[in-house]
Nanobody, 124 residues
């Protein structure tokens, strides 16, 4: 059974940094992309960043370009999201997900497994 457990969320002030972690279990994850999505109250879940199975390729939403970085450690079955220069608009529940393919896609329907989410709140 595949399980994803996110951690690292919290309440921070604008300009601060956070690092989210997502520990995965239940399969060999190096064959599959992983990604982070987020969902703010009243909004649809949106793609943030994705990484290929090997970790060599990444894609990202324009809203986080230059501020967020995604990485993965396949030996630990863990994916990370380093978030710098946070702004109030980054406030959301952040979810990690495992994709169906080696390269990451931006649509939610390209991902089979999801974590429970971790709350990130950025105050102004």
């Amino acid at each position: 059974q595949v399980q994803l457990v996110e951690s690292g969320g919290g309440l921070v002030q604008a300009g601060a940094s956070l690092r989210l972690s997502c520990a995965a279990s239940g399969r060999t994850f190096s064959d599959y992309s992983m990604a982070w999505f987020r969902q703010a109250p009243g909004k649809e879940r949106e793609f943030v960043m994705g990484v290929s199975g090997s970790g060599a390729s990444r894609n990202y939403a324009d809203s986080v370009k230059g501020r967020f970085t995604i990485s993965r450690d396949n030996a630990k079955n863990t994916v990370y999201l380093q978030m710098n220069r946070l702004i109030p608009e980054d406030t959301a529940v952040y979810y990690c997900a495992v994709g169906r393919a080696f390269f990451p896609s931006t649509g939610t329907n390209a991902y089979d497994y999801w974590g429970q989410g971790t709350q990130v709140t950025v105050s102004s």
